[in-house]
């Protein structure tokens, strides 16, 4: 089984930059997935980002469309994924979780249940 554990996180100003690593213990195979999922105080965790692992296909949460804040990738060699995070707003403020999938295809909206392997988390604060 892989072990994810996530780094990056931090206390930010409004409209800063942040990335976010993930590191992956274990076997990555050709058809797996990451993601990337929040959770802020009060609320469920959300989904924010994923990537197919081999293709590099990605995919974002309905709060991002259109907005570019946000950028996941992958470096296969280094068995870890990353999560760009650009004019961060207070509302970015939660605990951000990697995830990994062996099930999630590309073709529907990530949930917990799709990605069910999940890291320890990182806060990120963003706060003037």
């Known amino acids: 089984q892989v072990q994810l554990a996530e780094s990056g996180g931090g206390m930010v100003q409004p409209g800063d930059s942040l990335r976010l690593s993930c590191t992956i213990t274990?076997?990555?195979?050709?058809?797996?997935?990451m993601g990337w999922f929040r959770q802020a105080p009060g609320k469920e965790r959300e989904f924010v980002a994923a990537?197919?692992?081999?293709?590099?296909?990605?995919?974002?949460a309905d709060f991002l469309r259109g907005q570019g804040r946000f950028t996941i990738s992958r470096d296969n060699t280094k068995n870890t994924v990353y999560l760009q995070m650009n004019s961060l707003k207070p509302e970015d403020t939660a605990v951000y979780y990697c995830?990994?999938?062996?099930?999630?295809?590309?073709?529907?909206?990530?949930?917990?249940?799709?990605?069910?392997?999940w890291g320890q988390g990182t806060q990120v604060t963003v706060s003037s």
């Open positions: 274990g076997s990555i195979a050709a058809t797996d997935s």
């Open positions: 995830a990994f999938s062996t099930v999630w295809g590309g073709t529907t909206y990530p949930t917990k249940s799709t990605f069910p392997r």
């Open positions: 990537i197919r692992w081999t293709s590099g296909y990605t995919y974002y």
